[in-house]
């Protein structure tokens, strides 16, 4: 148990819907990142969050987009969803400081149809 | 792009110690290694990481060249549940915590 939990656990969604995806972190930690991660592939960075302001992103289009709340909670939203969009996504949370670790939580599975 | 290279896939017989190597060639003075491993369809589960000295905890030791351009995860008895696929990555933690994934190292454990 590493204290960052995801919600849903699985989904399927349809073509063009949009979606909500949400991520507890772990108490005490102030990042949280997100990870996008194909069938058979490493995950892929998407964008992180720090202290409820957006601080990186990776190479994902706009219709990826995410909210960091207060309690360092925070939400991945994908708009105009496609069959490609199918994937585990993960968050990660980290205190941002030196010689620490950073937790993930089990994922989310998206499925697109 | 990912920072380390690592082999596709090894082998281990089930009770021998499990040596997952990893290449840094590239790392700068103040990035850690890090060992995370992902159980099918599971979220990554940190392992152990160093910056220069050897490193043990419960689960496993890291050996870290001196040089470090290179570094040995050794799971010391391997069992069935050490299965999984072993990524090695360097990050700096408090600069801007995103993890670059490679392909990593598919660990087949083998009864």
């Known amino acids: 148990e590493t204290g960052v939990t995801q919600s849903p656990t699985h989904l399927i969604k349809t073509r063009g819907q949009q979606v909500t995806l949400r991520c507890s972190s772990q108490?005490?930690?102030?990042?949280v990142s997100w990870y996008q991660q194909a069938l058979g592939q490493g995950p892929q960075f998407i964008f992180q969050?720090?202290?409820?302001?957006?601080?990186g992103r990776g190479n994902f289009p706009p219709r990826f987009s995410g909210l960091q709340f207060p309690n360092y909670s925070s939400e991945l939203n994908v708009n105009a969803l496609e069959l490609d969009d199918s994937a585990l996504y993960l968050c990660?949370?980290?205190?941002?400081?030196?010689?620490?670790?950073?937790?993930f939580g089990q994922g989310t599975r998206l499925t697109v149809v | 792009d990912a920072k380390t290279t690592q082999p596709p896939s090894m082998d281990c017989a089930e009770g021998r110690a499990a040596n997952l190597p990893c290449n840094h060639s590239?790392?700068?003075?103040?990035?850690?290694v890090y060992w995370y491993r992902q159980i099918h369809s599971q979220g990554p589960q940190y392992i152990i990481h160093?910056?220069?000295n050897n490193e043990t905890n419960e689960m496993a030791s890291l050996i870290i060249t001196e040089d470090r351009k290179s570094s040995t995860l050794i799971l010391p008895h391997a069992t069935l549940r050490d299965t999984a696929v072993y990524y090695c990555?360097?990050?700096?933690?408090?600069?801007?915590?995103?993890?670059?994934f490679g392909k990593g190292t598919r660990l087949h454990i083998l009864p």
């Open positions: 969050y720090y202290r409820e302001e957006e601080n």
């Open positions: 160093g910056l220069k």
């Open positions: 990660a949370s980290s205190p941002r400081q030196p010689n620490t670790e950073a937790f």
């Open positions: 590239t790392i700068s003075g103040n990035e850690y």
């Open positions: 108490s005490g930690h102030n990042t």
């Open positions: 990555i360097v990050r700096v933690a408090y600069r801007d915590d995103k993890i670059i």
